[in-house]
């Protein structure tokens, strides 16, 4: 599993945003050396799905919109057409391809700035940093 986000494109995730990065990579680079094997490796990125998974992690999803959440009966269904297709990444929702798509075009500094959104640890201090007005020199190359 791997974030819907751009695969890894929110960087202010830390620890997580670099292990998700990790997985969507090693599947790629599985899914070509099992190419022509019969078998196949596809990561599957769903975006925000109604589990226990955010309550269990005692995570504070109050500030996120309804319209944003996955409903899992429509994760796996589309997750497994993608599955049987042989697919390398699956996105099952088209708001959340939609959103990689302009993560992936934006700039680094811009993604950086979006932080982690609106997800926080339930017992986290509210302390935020604030984000640096100086344009990352990176960005300015691939112009």
């Known amino acids: 599993m791997a974030p ?50 955010h309550e269990r992690g005692g995570i504070d ?23 049987r297709r042989g697919a390398v990444f699956s996105t099952p929702s088209r708001r959340y391809k939609a ?10 500094s811009a993604i950086r700035a979006m932080g982690s959104g609106g997800m926080r640890r339930k017992n986290d201090d509210d302390v935020s940093a604030a984000a640096s007005p100086v344009a990352d020199p990176a960005d300015t190359l691939a112009m």
């Open 4 to 53: 819907a986000a751009g695969g890894g494109a929110l960087t202010a995730g830390g620890t997580y945003s670099a292990a998700k990065a990790w997985v969507r990579t090693f599947t790629e680079g599985l899914a070509a050396e099992l190419r022509g094997t019969g078998v196949t490796a596809t990561v599957i990125a769903p975006g925000l799905t109604r589990t226990e998974f």
């Open 61 to 83: 999803i109050s500030t996120l919109p309804d319209f944003a959440w996955l409903e899992p009966r429509q994760v796996v269904s589309e997750s497994l057409a993608d599955v």
């Open 99 to 108: 959103a990689a798509a302009i993560l992936r075009a934006a700039p680094r």
